[in-house]
């Protein structure tokens, strides 16, 4: 069941949550890419990586221990302070 | 139900099985049955089987009918003629029973009277439920859907919609509630509240102070403090926008402040009185929210302090000989005044040896002269929080409030030589041009005294200012309500 609040806002925004601002360059940008630990992510992370890498990117990679599970804060806080955007290497 | 105009006479009875009156009647009702068949309408608020002695019921569990109908007590009898209510009485009157049914014997082994209770549309908290529900209750208000996956307080936080606390989810019941501590229109405009200037309803109030916390009896307060920080001499856009550490503290005087357990005493300044933290805070979520102030965005404030929360307390009006803040500016005792105060947190005073009035003014315009800077003079306003202990000292010395200011203010007076730039080998200080004068520390009407505080305790407080004051800045602005 949905629960229905009155918007406090003077109501100059949309009321679905909006999208963080786009990167307007990939340019000297640190990326980070997840692999979520899942057979072939590292494969496809791979060819993310050298696409990036050619348009000027810095890439980091980081890794979750399952993918059946969250991603561990602590990898998540380190990834918020590393890089400017992140790629996550979801599904199969 | 629709009953038309061509309809004979219809009586129709509301009541309840919890009520002992309405199970009185019940062979009242079984002879009314009978006697009228289809001119009678039974509703029933609580147990759709009662009465049993009766076949035809009709289920009010949802209260709709109660509510169209404005029951406030059962039994209520009601007379329609021609589809149109003409008379209705309720409780128990055996005589008034049978003179308004014309049936003579009617409940005639019963007592003759017994009061009727509470209908249940009257219970606690069930008037705004039913508005909301059954009523006209249209809110301009967008609304926002959480979904059930989502934590709701978390959807809050989410959304940007908290100052780093939790919020009271501000839900359309909570909201009803709200707007029914005044008689003010929820599409009444309270202006334009900065930094955005966006236009404010009463309702956009509503919301934010039901996200403050507040009860519903504090909102004509909230309501008051708003206007007063709209007041263009407070220069709420520029306080909010300022480098500076202020932001409003806001101080309620009168009447208002007991009748709504206001914290004037013991920690006064501090944390524990929900009508102190929510008040402030309402006044801050709605410069937030409707505004569009937030931190980092347009507040620019480097340090910022903890009082951007919330800071609200209530003068310690117990003393009839010392007048207070709103007094001072021109009320009367028994006028609830808000009074809003563009400060910067709170310096604390400690003089535990001063008994005489002389040495505790001297002493607390030491202190007071440190606002700021201590060569930064006429240029930031101040209020001395003044405790029991310390008002004691001068009420024992024969010292008056006025006495107290006015010899401060002198205490306070410096010669320009010593505060210029450059004097005692600090860059910082007033002007060159100063310094053959004696100096004031505040403006002419910058330095406000207000009483507050527990009865133990040599402390008084200051609340420093903003370094734009006065017609550059912000002045202390009062609303009476």
């Known amino acids: ?92 | 139900m629709h009953l038309s105009q061509t309809e004979p006479n219809v009586y129709t009875l509301v009541v309840k099985k919890d009520c002992a009156t309405c199970c009185l009647i019940e062979p009242v009702i079984v002879q009314l049955s009978t006697q009228l068949g289809d001119g009678l309408r039974v509703y029933v608020q609580d147990d759709p089987e009662f009465p049993a002695s009766i076949n035809d019921r009709i289920d009010d569990t949802s209260l709709e009918f109660s509510y169209q109908h404005n029951i406030e007590v059962v039994p209520t009898l009601i007379r329609f003629e021609g589809g149109q209510e003409t008379e209705r009485i309720f409780g128990w009157d055996k005589q008034q029973w049978q003179v308004f049914t014309a049936i003579e014997n009617l409940g005639v082994d019963l007592t003759d009277f017994k009061p009727g209770c509470g209908s249940k549309t009257q219970d606690p908290g069930m008037a705004e439920k039913l508005a909301l529900k059954f009523g006209a209750t249209n809110f301009n208000t967008r609304t926002v859907d959480i979904d059930e996956a989502e934590d709701i307080m978390e959807a809050c936080f989410d959304r940007g919609w908290t100052d780093g606390l939790p919020v009271v989810p501000p839900t359309p019941l909570r909201v009803i509630k709200m707007l029914q501590s005044t008689d003010r229109r929820a599409d009444e405009i309270l202006g334009n509240i900065p930094p955005d200037c966006v236009s404010c309803s009463v309702e956009k109030a509503a919301i934010n102070a039901v996200m403050a916390g507040c009860k519903p009896e504090y909102f004509p307060t909230v309501l008051a403090t708003i206007e007063a920080a709209l007041i263009d001499a407070f220069c709420m856009h520029g306080l909010l926008c300022t480098t500076y550490f202020s932001s409003p503290v806001v101080i309620i005087n009168g009447p208002i402040s007991q009748r709504i357990g206001m914290n004037s005493g013991v920690n006064a300044l501090g944390q524990g009185n929900r009508a102190n933290a929510t008040i402030g805070r309402a006044l801050q979520l709605l410069i937030l929210n409707v505004g569009g102030g937030r931190p980092g965005g347009i507040d620019r404030a480097t340090l910022g302090n903890p009082g951007k929360y919330t800071f609200c307390f209530a003068e310690d009006e117990s003393d009839s000989e010392w007048p207070s803040l709103a007094m001072d500016r021109g009320f009367n005792r028994d006028d609830s005044v808000v009074s809003l105060f563009a400060g910067s947190g709170v310096q604390p005073i400690m003089d535990q040896q001063s008994r005489t009035p002389q040495s505790l003014a001297k002493s607390l315009a030491l202190s007071l002269r440190a606002v700021t800077h201590g060569k930064v003079f006429m240029q930031t306003d101040a209020i001395l929080v003044i405790s029991p202990e310390h008002r004691r000292v001068f009420k024992e010395g024969g010292w008056n409030k006025a006495k107290v200011r006015e010899v401060i203010i002198e205490e306070l007076q410096m010669p320009g030589e010593h505060l210029i730039r450059g004097a005692d080998g600090i860059a910082e200080g007033i002007p060159v041009q100063f310094k053959n004068k004696k100096v004031n520390k505040f403006r002419s009407d910058g330095f406000h005294i207000v009483a507050a505080g527990g009865t133990a305790g040599f402390f008084s407080a200051i609340i420093g200012g903003w370094v734009a004051s006065g017609e550059r800045g912000s002045q202390m602005v009062s609303n009476r309500f």
């Open chain 1, 1 to 92: 069941m949905t629960t229905t609040l009155l918007d406090p806002t003077a109501e100059l925004q949309p009321v679905a949550r909006q999208l963080n601002e786009r990167l307007s360059s990939l340019v000297g940008v640190t990326v980070g890419l997840l692999d979520i630990s899942k057979p072939r992510g590292k494969e496809f992370l791979d060819e993310v990586e050298s696409q990036l890498t050619a348009v000027g990117a810095i890439v980091r990679r980081y890794c979750k221990p399952t993918f059946t599970r969250l991603a561990p804060a602590e990898l998540s806080q380190q990834i918020s302070v590393e890089c400017d955007a992140v790629i996550e290497g979801l599904a199969d």
